[in-house]
């Protein structure tokens, strides 16, 4: 078990700027993410998430200011970026007809994971993750929320260091939500994993160490969910989130 939170970043986004034509997607944006630590990313509808996300993971690169994973630059040494990097994209990616254990097995030798090291590895997961009895169905006969677990799964078979969630939950009914957060932050306890988790739903917010509010393409908190609470004098997460945005309404704000 390692301790908690460690000093060094994982993530280190220092003044990232993109613009797409007169659109200035993101403005100047900095953030860390530590090891050991869960950092919820929230912004409503054109804040920039996807943009940032299309950075991290090397998809484009920034106009300006750099990306950096473990010290490696996104830009410069993308190899040794990505290769501590684990994803799981907003659209699902899974090829349906695999099974999950030939599904899994396709990634760690995608991975140049070595049999004797894959194989035990995959057979762990599956079983902590309660996957064990599905292993060999193709993923079309999996539930949602186990598709997105054998997606998680897949995102941490190489044991990265720094994990993206891009609003990985979206279609799952509350109780696979909720599980899927509990993995993510069990494998963050464990394994000292540094995680993003960009989402739309503030209830998973409330269980990140820290929430990066993002809107209109620039950093405007950066803190405990607390303090955003008590920054902006509000009963709730979703109330202080919604002040700090402009108080709109937004519907892909859930409760
Ligand atoms: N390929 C593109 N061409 C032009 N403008 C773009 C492009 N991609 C994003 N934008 C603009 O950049 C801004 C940031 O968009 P982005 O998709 O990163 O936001 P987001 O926070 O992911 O939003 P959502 O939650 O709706 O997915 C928006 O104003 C968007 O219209």
């Not at 995959?122 to 999996?142: D, K, S």
Request: with cysteine; charged share 25%; aromatic share 4%.
């Amino acid at each position: 078990m390692r301790s908690d939170v460690d000093a060094a970043p994982v993530l280190a986004c220092s003044e990232v700027s993109k613009r797409y034509g007169r659109t200035l997607a993101l403005d100047g944006v900095s953030l860390q993410v530590r090891s050991g630590e869960m950092v919820a990313l929230l912004g409503p509808n054109g804040a920039g998430k996807t943009t940032l996300f299309q950075l991290l993971t090397g998809l484009f690169v920034a106009d300006s200011g750099s990306v950096e994973v473990l010290g490696a630059d996104m830009r410069r040494d993308p190899v040794r970026a990505l290769a501590q990097l684990g994803v799981v994209f907003q659209q699902p990616a899974l090829d349906l007809n695999l099974s999950v254990r030939a599904s899994l097995k396709f990634h760690a030798d995608l991975h140049g994971l070595p049999g004797a090291v894959s194989r035990p590895r995959i057979a762990a997961l599956l079983e902590r993750f309660g996957l064990t009895p599905v292993a060999a169905q193709p993923a079309r006969e999996l539930s949602g929320g186990n598709r997105r677990k054998v997606e998680l799964l897949r995102a941490l078979l190489h044991e990265p260091r720094l994990l993206l969630m891009d609003e990985a939950t979206v279609g799952l009914d509350p109780a696979s939500r909720a599980q899927l957060v509990d993995e993510v932050l069990r494998a963050r306890a464990e394994r000292g994993l540094g995680v993003l988790w960009a989402t739309h739903l503030v209830d998973e917010a409330e269980r990140a160490q820290r929430v990066i509010v993002l809107h209109k393409g620039k950093v405007r908190f950066d803190g405990p969910p607390a303090d955003l609470r008590e920054a902006q004098g509000a009963p709730t997460l979703q109330e202080a989130f919604l002040q700090l945005t402009g108080g709109q309404k937004n519907e892909r704000v859930a409760a």
